[in-house]
């Protein structure tokens, strides 16, 4: 049976990856980004490459959207040419970027208003991750809108995970970059202790990942850390130390003491001060390496 069409509204990194699965699972996949390249990559892949958000609900009653901040959030909602202009009432937006918990509730009020439902469904996983088809989702929100998004997610997530009321997406998403800030950061040092001990780095990859001290940012970026592989960035610098104010934030907001995550969100700062700001975050091993003199 032939599947309804999806729309995606934000084709970068995170976005390209799930257009991608999409058209890969059988969905027509109507896409808008500003970046025409990006519309052009979209339509090589086979998409059908709308010219603002508005084309897209005009086609699609299920939106992805992934953006990079909370003003793009609301322009593609109800800025010029934006959802709003000719989203139809009954509208799904998933809303898969990591943003405040403020810009979630705004969003969803816009919506709202003109009877869309809006989704925080925030992804858990890097660029590679997306692209592997390794992406995690949290969902939150109205339960009959889940219903009607759970097929789209599952053609570019590995897992779905309803985690309640509106908003809840966007604090497990928190938590669960803590975790990737502190590991990532607990990975490079452990790999430079490694190094400066003589070890063979592959076979500390291997050997450790297999025991008691492996975790998924071992993994996934160990590599990258041993080969000082940082220019092609799945999750940059950038990218990080805004996830980590929004976690800052949350701690705050709940009195929740972070002293291991206030320790890791130092080597960030300092990847910043080192002009690293547009590499990926596994450059925080290189951080570690000009800290030990190397």
């Not at 989203?87 to 003109?114: F, I, N």
Request: aromatic share 4%; net charge negative.
């Amino acid at each position: 049976m032939p599947q309804e069409p999806v729309g995606v509204v934000g084709m970068g990194v995170m976005g390209s990856a799930m257009s991608t699965h999409l058209l890969g699972a059988g969905f027509p996949v109507l896409g808008f980004d500003i970046d025409p390249r990006r519309r052009a990559e979209h339509e090589a892949r086979g998409g059908t490459v709308c010219d603002s958000a508005a084309g897209v609900a005009h086609g699609a009653d299920v939106v992805v959207t992934s953006l990079p901040s909370a003003g793009a959030l609301m322009d593609v909602l109800d800025g010029e040419g934006g959802l709003r202009a000719r989203g139809r009432a009954g509208l799904v937006v998933v809303e898969t970027s990591t943003l405040s918990a403020q810009a979630k509730r705004d969003g969803h009020g816009r919506a709202q208003e003109w009877g869309a439902t809006l989704l925080d469904c925030p992804m858990s996983g890097t660029g590679q991750q997306a692209r592997d088809g390794d992406l995690v989702a949290y969902l939150s929100g109205d339960e009959a809108a889940k219903k009607r998004a759970m097929p789209v997610l599952q053609a570019f997530t590995r897992a779905q995970y309803d985690v309640g009321a509106f908003g809840q997406g966007t604090t497990m998403k928190l938590v669960a970059n803590l975790l990737v800030a502190v590991h990532n950061a607990a990975a490079a040092e452990a790999l430079l202790l490694a190094e400066r001990a003589g070890l063979d780095l592959n076979l500390v990859l291997t050997a450790v990942g297999d025991g008691a001290g492996g975790s998924r940012m071992l993994a996934v970026r160990g590599p990258l850390m041993m080969a000082g592989q940082y220019a092609e960035a799945t999750a940059t610098v950038a990218t990080m130390q805004k996830d980590n104010a929004l976690i800052a934030e949350l701690a705050a907001s709940v009195a929740s003491p972070t002293p291991l995550f206030s320790v890791a969100a130092m080597l960030y700062q300092a990847a910043v001060a080192q002009d690293r700001v547009h590499e990926d975050t596994a450059c925080v091993f290189g951080v570690l390496q000009r800290l030990a003199g190397g």
